[in-house]
């Protein structure tokens, strides 16, 4: 009787090589990385690795997917405790810890790789695409309760707020002229000026100079 698989030893050995990968990545960078390399690091055969993994894209993909879902749990787990800027605070730090945790160049590579790759690229898109729904749906349960500007679309703010997660992130990488207390400082200061509901002479202005439409 044939055996059954075992899905325990599957995530075991998923994780195994994803361990492995992001390693080597580390070590050696995306392109001079090898499979070989990997399956060595993994302590696994050729062929055990490529029944999980087709490619380095697929490796690199899953990696990223990991990463970004991660973010997705804290976002929620952020969201819940009902304090929006708060929140946003704890998401900013999440963020950009990551690149403490890992060689800070991976997150470059990865994504100038997902510029040249355009199967790399999709499956990143469609990982963000819900990173972009979790947090738009943040954003609007802050304006429920009243802590977020009620005229910013959803949908635009989730989109600035991870354009500038991700730039910060980048420039920390790339320059390194800041550090990320100070990065997480003007974060704050940045999402509270934009996402904070006007005052009544701060809505007067921007209806006077035709920014939104009056009320009442």
């Known amino acids: 009787m044939a055996r059954l698989p075992d899905p325990e030893l599957a995530l ?12 080597c990545f580390c070590r050696r960078g995306f392109h001079q990385a090898t499979m070989q390399e990997i399956c060595a690091a993994a302590e696994l055969s050729p062929g055990a690795l490529y029944r999980y993994f087709r490619s380095k894209t697929d490796l690199i993909s899953a ?10 749990e804290t976002l ?23 690149l403490g945790e890992k060689d800070r160049s991976l ?11 355009e199967e790399l ?6 990982v963000d695409a819900r990173l972009h729904e979790a947090l738009a749906r943040w954003v609007r349960q802050g304006q429920k309760r009243r802590q977020v500007d009620p005229g910013i679309p959803a949908a635009q703010a989730a989109r600035m707020v991870l354009a500038a997660l991700d730039g ?3 420039r920390l990488v790339l ?28 809505k007067a202005v921007r ?9 009442g």
Do not use: H, Y
């Open 12 to 23: 075991k050995r998923r994780r195994q090589i994803l361990d492995a990968a992001l390693g």
């Open 63 to 72: 990696i990223a997917e990991e990463d970004r879902l991660a973010v997705v």
């Open 76 to 98: 929620d787990l952020c969201g819940a405790e009902g304090d929006f800027f708060a929140g946003l605070a704890a998401l900013a730090k999440a963020w950009l810890a990551r």
């Open 107 to 117: 997150i470059v590579e990865v994504m100038a790789e997902a510029a040249r790759d």
């Open 121 to 126: 690229r999709a499956k990143l898109a469609m």
């Open 168 to 170: 910060v992130a980048l």
């Open 175 to 202: 320059l390194d002229n800041c550090s990320v207390e100070q990065a997480l400082a003007d974060l704050k200061f940045v999402f509270e000026r934009i996402f904070a509901p006007p005052t009544p002479a701060v």
């Open 207 to 215: 209806v006077n100079r035709g920014l939104v439409e009056p009320v």
